[in-house]
């Protein structure tokens, strides 16, 4: 690259990368749910919470590399605590009683008709 020369940026997403389950509870990565954050966070704190995450997200990465298990054991715990604090671990952040899916397979759950839909529209260019 000359020195004037840019990377051009990558294009700012208008929808999310994985698909959200209708209700915003779930996204799904691999047939399978991931809770979300919780919508109630002011977004204030929810950008100090994902920052947190990343932090501690390196951290994990870099006692990996190093080899300290010790600084792995206690970088994991760091990012269970933020997951919580953010919602997507721990109790969940409705309370109209419908039980917990995160981390199950979406097929085994109410959401496998819509998302079997969901993958058919795909299939035929629709999504």
């Given at each position: 690259?000359?020195?004037?020369?840019?990377?051009?940026?990558?294009?700012?997403?208008?929808?999310?990368?994985?698909?959200?389950?209708?209700?915003?509870?779930?996204?799904?990565?691999?047939?399978?749910?991931?809770?979300?954050?919780?919508?109630?966070l002011?977004?204030?704190?929810?950008?100090?919470?994902?920052?947190?995450?990343?932090?501690?997200?390196?951290?994990?990465?870099?006692?990996?590399?190093?080899?300290?298990?010790?600084?792995?054991?206690?970088?994991?715990?760091?990012?269970?605590?933020?997951?919580?604090?953010?919602?997507?671990?721990?109790?969940?952040?409705?309370?109209?009683?419908?039980?917990?899916?995160?981390?199950q397979?979406?097929?085994?759950?109410?959401y496998?008709?819509?998302?079997?839909?969901?993958?058919?529209?795909?299939?035929?260019?629709?999504?």
């Amino acid at each position: 690259m000359t020195g004037s020369a840019q990377r051009p940026q990558p294009a700012i997403r208008d929808q999310p990368q994985h698909p959200v389950t209708p209700d915003g509870r779930y996204f799904v990565v691999r047939g399978k749910l991931w809770r979300m954050p919780n919508p109630n966070l002011s977004p204030a704190k929810k950008s100090t919470l994902v920052s947190e995450l990343m932090k501690a997200r390196s951290a994990v990465r870099s006692a990996k590399l190093a080899g300290d298990q010790g600084e792995e054991a206690a970088a994991h715990r760091a990012v269970d605590i933020v997951k919580r604090e953010l919602g997507e671990r721990g109790p969940v952040w409705w309370s109209d009683g419908t039980p917990d899916f995160n981390r199950q397979a979406v097929k085994n759950t109410p959401y496998a008709k819509w998302y079997s839909g969901l993958r058919a529209s795909r299939r035929r260019g629709e999504g």
